[in-house]
């Protein structure tokens, strides 16, 4: 019996951990997407407590709560952080097969030094050594990215954010961290959300253009997108809870623009037709500036109307949508590439039915110059656990080019889930290892080092252009 995550965790044959440990293990992570709040990053944010630090905004560990029966107040209510740690820990035994339980014990040994498994029975101890351990200078939020190899990271903005914490994080010349905003456009696209009208009216306030239809819209948005640009903004991301692909013709899509801005009394049927036409606007504008394009699809959100109402948004009540999609990619990435307006582009579906339907599908508009142009994007969300990502890697690997594959993000608002990415490299590592136990590849270290080095990090850096 192997010991409980030992330095060969998730490690099961020779090459597979001279894979991790003499390349996977020392090569630098890159998060090209997360929901880091720049502000923390820019004031170096000290937390209290480990429970501002680890289930301050976890989803992942709500719903671990919640499934024990814990009580909202303890979970995103005002009970204290002690009896919020103490209701997690609770629960965290429950959690067996589950990736939050393995991540959760690689947090507390990578961070805090901590081999003993968080429970009922020792709880309390963890809570005291992780909160002495936080009252160290070193453990600051832009130290723990440090200290996780982290050299650069992509957060999740707004376009009518003014970028200022940005700009402070650069001009921190003791921080070596890259820090670069990634363009979110999500509310510009959703006209049927209350409040979209005053949205456009802060969108046409900072861009100083007066938006009064589809044109103006337009103008408004490059000019941000531009603005983003200028800041090293080389990332856009749409969270898309379904594909729709309704095109119809610019004097259509105005006068939508226009009813919009005074009404969002619009159908589903005007919802797909306006999101069709935005995205074919803002992906022939990212073709231009040779921005990366990342469709996150397959989301059925904030399902629980009581918990929404009581803690929000991004509360962990989402689930997946079972919808189909991949027609209607297809057609919209056909419309941008017939034209040359095509951009790179990810694309991830939270349905894990949908692997080998994205594997065929990027397979058509590859090439341009570009090596994995499309790409499959890592296992997200309900998918980023061992069979997950084994599934998602198997997939890609048979369909495509493993090779080329841009890998691992964290799509986290924690700043110590970076062993998201170890748990990550530890799977591709034992999978290519099996491979070549096999002998389905052969046992060539220069081959299948760079090949390992290249998806952990390398890859990434290349594909999206950045400066490192």
Request: hydrophobic share 35%; with cysteine.
């Amino acid at each position: 019996m192997k010991q409980f995550m030992d330095k060969d965790f998730l490690l099961k044959s020779d090459v597979a951990k001279k894979l991790y440990h003499d390349y996977a293990e020392k090569t630098p992570v890159l998060d090209y997407h997360c929901h880091l709040e720049p502000s923390e990053i820019a004031s170096d944010r000290k937390f209290s407590n480990i429970t501002e630090l680890w289930l301050g905004g976890d989803h992942y560990k709500w719903r671990i709560m919640r499934s024990n029966g814990v009580e909202e107040k303890y979970i995103t209510g005002d009970a204290s952080d002690e009896e919020k740690f103490h209701a997690f820990a609770k629960a965290l035994p429950n959690a067996i097969g589950n990736p939050m339980y393995h991540w959760c014990h690689l947090e507390l040994q990578r961070y805090f030094g901590i081999q003993e498994t968080l429970s009922e029975k020792n709880w309390r101890e963890i809570y005291e050594l992780c909160n002495e351990k936080l009252s160290q200078p070193d453990m600051t939020a832009k130290k723990l990215i440090e200290m996780s190899g982290v050299t650069l990271v992509c957060t999740t903005d707004d376009p009518v954010d003014d970028l200022h914490y940005h700009r402070e994080i650069k001009e921190d010349r003791d921080f070596k961290v890259q820090v670069l905003p990634a363009w979110r456009p999500d509310l510009a696209m959703s006209p049927e959300k209350e409040g979209f009208g005053d949205y456009i009216a802060k969108l046409s306030d900072v861009s100083g253009i007066d938006i009064k239809g589809f044109a103006s819209l337009k103008d408004a948005l490059v000019k941000r997108l531009d603005f983003f640009v200028e800041n090293g903004c080389l990332v856009s991301d749409h969270g898309l809870d379904y594909a729709e692909y309704r095109p119809i013709s610019e004097d259509e899509m105005d006068a939508l623009v226009r009813k919009a801005l005074v009404s969002n009394d619009i159908t589903v049927e005007e919802q797909m037709q306006f999101r069709t036409m935005m995205m074919l606007f803002l992906g022939a504008e990212y073709a231009k500036r040779d921005m990366v394009m990342q469709l996150h699809y397959g989301a059925k959100r904030e399902n629980n109307q009581r918990v929404f109402e009581s803690a929000g948004a991004n509360a962990g009540i989402d689930c997946i949508n079972e919808k189909g999609f991949c027609s209607e990619v297809a057609d919209f990435l056909n419309a941008l590439c017939k034209d040359d307006n095509l951009p790179k582009t990810i694309i991830y579906s939270l349905n894990p039915v949908d692997n080998a339907l994205i594997g065929t599908m990027i397979g058509c508009f590859q090439g341009a110059g570009v090596r994995g142009k499309i790409q499959q994007g890592s296992a997200w969300w309900f998918n980023d656990h061992k069979p997950g990502m084994t599934a998602q890697i198997e997939s890609l690997a048979s369909l495509g080019l493993l090779g080329n594959f841009v890998g691992m993000l964290t799509d986290s608002r924690s700043f110590i889930s970076y062993p998201r990415h170890e748990y990550f490299r530890r799977i591709l590592c034992n999978f290519i290892g099996e491979l070549v136990d096999n002998g389905e590849y052969p046992e060539d270290y220069q081959v299948l080092g760079e090949i390992v080095e290249n998806i952990s990090y390398y890859n990434a850096v290349r594909y999206f252009g950045f400066d490192l």
